[in-house]
Structure formats: C-alpha cells, structure tokens
C-alpha cells in the first residue's frame, strides 16, 4: 500500500521569505502522481501544484516550486516570497498513474504552515 | 464557474441521532467522491460514484453509513445513527472521469463539519 508521510506537523516563515514543505512517500509503482493541496481554515482543499512521475523537471507554478526526487522518493514543496494567504494546511498526496484504483488520493497527515508578519 | 457545494457547513448533534450530509458537484463531472477528514489527518476517501453506480465503497463503514447518488448528479452521506468518533469533516470532491490524466483533477467542496456529542 502506498504511504505519504510529513514530518514536519508544524512550520512558520517570516514575510516575503523562503519555506520548505517535506514530504515523502512509499510505493512500488513507477507511474504516478504527486499533489500539494492548499487547505485554510475555510476547509477547502485547492490544489497547489501537481508533479508526473514521468517527468523529471520540476513543476513550478509562480511562487510555488517542488523538489522531485523519484530515486529517493521525496517531494517537497518550496514557497518563496511567503505570503500572509499563504497561511494553511499543506497536505501532500500520491495517486496511482494507471490500473484499478488510479483516482484514488492518498494524503499525509499535513503541515501547518504559520506566516508571520 | 461554480464549484463543489456541499451543506451544511456545520451540525451539531446528539450520538445515536441520524445525520445526512448533501453535495453537488461541478457541473459535467461525473465522478464524485466523499472524504472523511479527522483532526489532525488528511482526507480518506469513503465513497467514489461513477454516475449513480457506487464504484468503490469498500472503505464506507455500511452498518451506519449509506449514500446515494440519485440521476448521477447530487449526491448524499448519511450517517444513521452517529457516535462520538464520528465528529469530523466530511468532504465531497468532483472530477470530470475516473481515469489517469489531467482531466481526473480531483476539486473538493469546503466540507461539513459533524460534531456529535
């Protein structure tokens, strides 16, 4: 079964600075997915950043950047230029590329990410 | 574009009272999921329908748990009757298929938070 772990229950950042998300993850399979979900404190879940195993360059989107690294089975998310929306649960998840159960999100236990002014 | 709706937004209940929980998704997807979210953990998928036919409901606990999803469209949790660990937060999430690809992103509603004293 595949596993997604975050080590990290709770992380602050400064304004306008740098932070890193860790997450890593177990699985046999060679195709999948990895997602880092946004969820404030209204609950919904937005989907930050999606990297295919498949493809070996990094996803970026604006100010939100991963790590991919598929030997070592790690994705960790940066975010630069913090902001104070950007104060959230962060939660990492994988899902299958392909077969029976391909839809199905797997999510770790998320991180709290407090930014400071 | 609307999104995922879902009410209520809170409820809070007595244990061994029956509790239901409505969705309806974004407007042409026809895969819809429910998430059970505890404190502290990331979503698990309780139920995913394709259309109106249940395709995956091996982690719904059946003997109090039930859903509907009546003419593929809204769809509705029940919980009959709730306990004490059933306080959490139900979330709803739609996708246009149930395949692999980037059409099969998952988009969630802001949940219903239970409380069930």
């Known amino acids: 079964a595949q596993t997604v772990t975050q080590s990290q229950p709770e992380m602050s950042v400064q304004e306008a600075e740098t932070v890193t998300l860790s997450c890593t993850y177990d699985?046999?399979?060679?195709?999948?997915?990895l997602f880092w979900y946004k969820q404030p404190p209204s609950r919904q879940m937005i989907l930050v950043i999606r990297?295919?195993?498949?493809?070996?360059q990094n996803a970026t989107e604006n100010r939100f950047s991963v790590n991919f690294q598929k030997a070592a089975k790690s994705f960790s998310l940066k975010i630069s230029d913090s902001q104070l929306g950007d104060a959230a649960m962060y939660f990492c998840?994988?899902?299958?590329?392909?077969?029976?159960?391909?839809?199905?999100?797997?999510f770790g236990k998320g991180t709290l990410l407090t930014v400071n002014p | 574009e609307a999104g995922v709706v879902q009410s209520p937004r809170y409820k809070i209940i007595e244990k061994k009272q029956p509790v239901a929980f409505w969705c309806n998704p974004i407007?042409?997807?026809?895969?819809l999921y429910w998430y059970l979210q505890n404190l502290g953990q990331g979503p698990e998928l309780l139920i995913r329908?394709?259309?109106?036919?249940?395709?995956?409901d091996s982690q719904l606990p059946k003997d109090r748990f039930s859903a509907e999803r009546l003419k593929g469209v809204d769809s509705t949790l029940k919980i009959q009757p709730a306990e004490l660990g059933d306080s959490a937060v139900y979330l709803c999430?739609?996708?246009?298929?149930?395949?692999?690809?980037?059409?099969?992103?998952?988009?969630f509603g802001p949940g219903t938070r239970l409380t069930v004293l």
């Open positions: 998840a994988y899902r299958r590329g392909r077969g029976g159960s391909n839809y199905k999100l797997t």
């Open positions: 990297q295919e195993a498949y493809k070996q």
């Open positions: 407007s042409g997807h026809n895969t």
């Open positions: 999430a739609s996708s246009l298929g149930g395949g692999r690809g980037a059409y099969n992103e998952q988009f």
């Open positions: 699985t046999s399979e060679s195709d999948y997915y």
């Open positions: 329908y394709e259309n109106e036919e249940a395709v995956d």
